[in-house]
């Protein structure tokens, strides 16, 4: 029997609404594209053409409004946890700048045109302007897609919207409780107190409880679901606080920045999840707003719609070249500014919504409100995509550089305990474009084969695999026969040529001088790897900070840069500070390439390896160890190393820790023989920039040294 189905418009089946939305969403973007048109003013044309003012498929009911609203405290917590906290910090400064100058100067241009243009009284050209100084990042989804989040305009410009939205917010609360009489001092004391309370709670207390929930649930279902959590948690604690929740959804990503690596399983689902579904409907409710016949209702909404858009490009316009010129930005640079400042959206209609309900701004204002919405969104995506697409080309010789880097990273895997540790380290210190060159080693050993056994490995790997594609990386799981672990690895290490070697070891387990002896120094005489042998107290994401611990000379050694990108990655992916121990002129080559290269790290003078149990007074709570080790007869060798073992299981028990073991040469020659090894030496150039700037830091320490000499 057939079922009857009310297809009458408007469509009211949610069945057959959330159809309708996922032909959109699929169609939209690919249409669009072709035609060169980003895709998010596809999904704003695709939500007019179907809303109540267009073919009337859909109205803007509650469900479309509250998915809507997810999606822009979507968007705003994407910000907020995508942004790069170091250059965050760096650039601090240059957001407020940038924040004010995208406020103020609407704000006086604004309230100019709504008092002597638009004729409003100043109260409600206050309102207006206040409108026209806020704005959405819309774009950013699509400069995320260009790879350029971590740009340092847009960390400025993302730093200066928070501080805009909020100021324009502020406003609103205050010119409506004004028209209403209750701005008085106990207005101010319960604003402030509330906004001040709201801060120290997301911004202290969300990271604790994150931490925490990570270390004690690692099940990715409950995590994912947990940062839903804190998105709308962030934003409900904003609006008790008297602010818009856009405010507390981004404060919330950066609050937990730190806390989900930039490549893992986890913040591939948040970007899926935003991407594929929140964001998108998000984009068709703002189209489901725009009512064409408001561009032939009368000259009157004619004239506010051009007025208020033109003051609101204009305005954002000037702020982000004022930006451009005192910072010296480049002209691609500024068009990101531009992109990401100049779309009214969501605090804009928060703005005319309340102003129209109590009065202050009327029907012309509304309808021009909207016209403003779509002509700012069109033009922000197209200056976005274009000054994104001129910045991807400008940084492309590094990324193409690090394409070709020849990177092979295996993970012998024995143990599902130590798995997921293990597949999260790799994840972090791989380049960003090698999503093919993981491999997952499962070694069994041919007297003890059983189809338990081959089961359980194959279930191991499988694992692995699955690990992998949640950060979009394919891992290659590699099984093997054979009597003897080390000759087992070092078979596979031969035929696929692995430059990097992940090994771990169990919570339970105690690092021993044997095992450091049989396996590693089979692996490292016999290889050209560098070997990370990694013990995990805690998920990788809950470490607050590391300390790397080098040895003097380590800077003379082929395998320097090689293992310096890898931990530079983890600085960068992982969001934990890197505290490098090392003697001067090691940390001199260091801060030259954190210059070229900002990370959240810092500097301090250690050589007397005799006194190494010194650094446990550093070592506290959430924090991790990676000792750069060395062999015997090499530059960087100190007799401490032997008693490293016993150290990390007497002193640094509760520890996360990492022992890394550089490429070395195969002949104790001088250095600078080895820096001519044509095979190891094509390796640290591809690694780009960063390899390029490690190599130069290195040659201008050299040449000090020799003018030190002479002197």
């Known amino acids: 029997m057939l079922l009857s189905l009310d297809l009458s418009l408007p469509i009211s089946n949610p069945t057959v609404q959330f159809l309708i939305l996922f032909v959109i969403i699929l169609l939209a973007p690919i249409l669009f594209n072709r035609i060169k048109i980003p895709s998010l003013i596809g999904l704003i044309i695709a939500g007019a053409v179907i809303g109540p003012y267009g073919v009337g498929i859909m109205m803007r009911d509650s469900n479309m409004i509250m998915i ?4 822009l405290l979507y968007i705003m917590f994407l910000a907020g946890i995508e942004i790069d906290v170091a250059e965050f910090k760096k650039n601090s400064s240059k957001s407020l700048v940038f924040g004010l100058l995208t406020f103020s100067i609407p704000m006086t241009i604004g309230i100019f045109a709504g008092y002597y243009l638009l004729n409003l009284s100043m109260i409600s050209s206050v309102l207006l302007a206040s409108m026209i100084a806020s704005h959405t990042l819309i774009a950013y989804p699509l400069i995320s897609k260009f790879g350029v989040g971590k740009n340092r305009a847009v960390t400025v410009a993302v730093g200066g919207t928070m501080i805009t939205d909020t100021l324009a917010l502020l ?7 004004m028209n209403e009489g209750q701005v008085t001092s106990a207005f101010w004391t319960q604003l402030t107190v509330s906004i001040v309370l709201f801060t120290l709670v997301v911004v202290f207390l969300f990271p604790i409880i994150t931490r925490w929930f990570f270390k004690k649930f690692q099940d990715s279902t409950s995590q994912f679901i947990f940062v839903m959590l804190i998105i709308f948690l962030g934003g409900f604690l904003a609006e008790l606080a008297g602010i818009e929740a856009i405010i507390g959804a981004f404060l919330a990503g950066l609050s937990i920045n730190r806390l989900i690596p930039h490549v893992s399983p986890l913040m591939n689902r948040i970007d899926f999840v935003g991407n594929a579904i929140f964001i998108p409907i998000f984009l068709i409710s703002v189209g489901m707003l725009i009512d064409y016949r408001a561009f032939v209702t009368g000259f009157e909404t004619i004239k506010v719609a051009i007025v208020m858009t033109v003051v609101a490009i204009l305005a954002k316009f000037l702020a982000a070249w004022a930006t451009q010129k005192i910072y010296g930005y480049t002209k691609a640079e500024r068009m990101l500014i531009f992109g990401l400042s100049n779309a009214q959206a969501a605090a804009t209609l928060a703005a005319v919504m309340v102003g129209h309900r109590v009065g202050l701004l009327d029907d012309n204002i509304l309808n021009g409100a909207i016209v403003m919405i779509l002509v700012t969104c069109t033009i922000a995506s197209l200056r976005a995509q274009k000054g994104a697409m001129e910045v991807s080309l400008t940084e492309g010789l590094e990324t193409d550089n690090a394409e070709n880097i020849d990177e092979r990273i295996l993970i012998p895997v024995a143990n599902k ?12 210190i791989k380049s960003k474009s090698n999503t093919r060159s993981v491999y997952a080693l499962n070694i069994i050993k041919s007297s003890e084969t059983t189809p338990q056994i081959e089961k359980d490995s194959q279930q191991l790997l499988n694992d692995a695999i699955k690990m992998g594609a949640g950060a979009d990386t394919e891992i290659q799981p590699l099984r093997r026969y054979d009597m003897n672990i080390l000759n087992g690895i070092l078979g596979v290490v031969k035929k696929y040529s692995i430059t990097d070697i992940v090994m771990g070891l169990h919570i339970k387990q105690e690092i021993s001088e044997s095992f450091l002896g049989n396996l590693i120094e089979g692996v490292l005489e016999k290889s050209q790897s560098t070997l990370f042998v990694y013990k995990a107290i805690q998920p990788l994401s809950t470490v607050k900070r590391r300390l790397v611990i080098i040895p003097p000379h380590a800077d003379r050694e082929l395998g320097f840069p090689l293992w310096l990108a890898k931990v530079w990655n983890l600085g960068r992916n992982s969001g934990a500070k890197l505290s490098f121990f090392a003697n001067d002129r090691i940390l001199s080559t260091l801060k030259r390439i954190h210059k070229e290269h900002p990370i959240d790290a810092d500097f301090h003078v250690f050589s007397d390896w005799n006194d190494f149990l010194i650094l446990s007074k ?10 750069v ?13 032997k008693r490293i073992p016993d ?9 996360n820790f990492m022992l890394l073991y550089p490429v070395q040469s195969a002949a104790p020659e001088d250095y600078h023989n080895d820096m001519v090894n044509a095979s190891l030496l094509a390796t640290v150039r591809g690694l780009g920039g960063f390899g390029e700037t490690i190599m130069s830091s290195i040659k201008e320490e050299e040449q000090l040294d020799e003018v030190r000499k002479l002197q």
Do not use: C, W
């Not at 080790?629 to 190393?641: A, F, L, V």
């Open 171 to 177: 406003v609103l609360a205050v010119i409506v409780s």
């Open 629 to 641: 080790m060395s062999r015997e007869q090499k530059p960087s060798y100190h007799e401490t190393m």
């Open 417 to 428: 305990d130590t798995l997921k540790d293990l597949v999260d380290l790799s994840l972090v």
């Open 647 to 655: 150290y990390l299981n007497k002193y640094f028990s509760g520890t």
């Open 68 to 71: 809507g609203n997810a999606g």
């Open 618 to 627: 550093e070592v506290g709570k959430d924090q991790g160890l990676i000792i």
